[in-house]
C-alpha cells in the first residue's frame, strides 16, 4: 500500500487517486519493481549468493524504503561472503 505524495490519501493499488485523481502509474511501476528486486534477493540469499542478495536488497531499498529492507539488509551486512 502506498500514499498518493500529493494528497497522502491511502492507496490500496489503484493507479489514480481516489480523492485528487493524481496519476499514481509511475509510483506504482516503481513499487513493483522494487518487490521484484527484494524477491530476487531472497532466490540469492537462497542460492548461496549473498553478493548479489546484496546487491539486489539495496536496489529495492534506493526505491521503495521499508522496515523490513532495513532489517534485511542489515542481515546480509552480517553474513559471511564465501
Ligand atoms: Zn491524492
Same mark, same amino acid.
Given at each position: 500500500m502506498i500514499r498518493c505524495p500529493v494528497c497522502r490519501a491511502r492507496n490500496?493499488?489503484? +493507479?489514480?487517486?481516489?480523492?485528487?485523481? +493524481?496519476?499514481l502509474t509511475d509510483i506504482l511501476t516503481v513499487e513493483a519493481q522494487a518487490d521484484f528486486a527484494m524477491t530476487r534477493a531472497f532466490q540469492n540469499l537462497q542460492d548461496g549468493n549473498i553478493a548479489q542478495a546484496k546487491k539486489q536488497c539495496a536496489h529495492a531499498c534506493r526505491m521503495k524504503r521499508t522496515e523490513f529492507g532495513e532489517i534485511f539488509s542489515a542481515f546480509l551486512d552480517d553474513c559471511v561472503l564465501p
Open positions: 490500496k493499488g489503484e +493507479s489514480v487517486c481516489r480523492r485528487c485523481l +493524481s496519476d
